[in-house]
């Protein structure tokens, strides 16, 4: 009577495939996941420039809906071409005036890739303060 005993187990060459297999399917599985990452990390920072942006619209077209005609004569805020007007833009067209709803001078402007701000004490537009940037530095504006 012969007894054999079969040894359980994987050969070497066994091994090295599987090996193989469970890295090549761990480094698609990290591929996916990182992808994945890179993208929500991209929607993420446009979601926040269009919620900046959307913010600076909304604030100056609100203050531009409620501002106030200029009939005095001679315009303190507006010059004499915008007298009788609710606005008026510049001739360069990267900078718009008006009375605010408390007859307030105030002007946003394009300096550079900024949208900013100037607010005067009263309803003079010499007296307008330093202009205060309105965009943060990351969102780069191009037409006014």
């Known amino acids: 009577m012969q007894h054999t005993s079969k040894a359980a187990g994987f050969t070497l060459v066994e091994?090295?495939?599987?090996?193989?297999?469970?890295?090549?399917?761990?480094?698609?599985?990290?591929q996916f996941f990182f992808s994945g990452f890179?993208?929500?990390?991209?929607?993420?920072?446009?979601?926040?420039?269009?919620?900046?942006?959307s913010f600076v619209a909304e604030y100056m077209g609100?203050?531009?809906?409620?501002?106030?005609?200029?009939l005095t004569d001679p315009a303190a805020c507006?010059?004499?071409?915008?007298?009788?007007?609710?606005?008026?833009v510049s001739m360069m067209?990267?900078?718009?005036?008006?009375?605010?709803?408390n007859g307030i001078c105030r002007r946003f402007s394009l300096s550079g890739s900024q949208i900013m701000e100037q607010i005067?004490?009263?309803?003079?537009?010499?007296?307008?303060?330093s202009a205060q940037s309105l965009t943060p530095p990351a969102v780069t504006v191009t037409n006014f």
């Open 62 to 70: 609100r203050a531009l809906r409620q501002a106030k005609k200029e």
């Open 93 to 101: 067209q990267d900078s718009i005036t008006f009375l605010d709803r």
């Open 120 to 129: 005067s004490t009263d309803h003079q537009a010499v007296n307008l303060g």
């Open 38 to 53: 890179v993208l929500q990390r991209n929607t993420l920072s446009i979601q926040e420039s269009t919620n900046q942006v």
């Open 15 to 30: 091994m090295l495939v599987a090996v193989a297999l469970f890295t090549l399917l761990g480094g698609i599985v990290f």
């Open 78 to 88: 507006l010059t004499g071409v915008g007298r009788g007007w609710n606005y008026e």
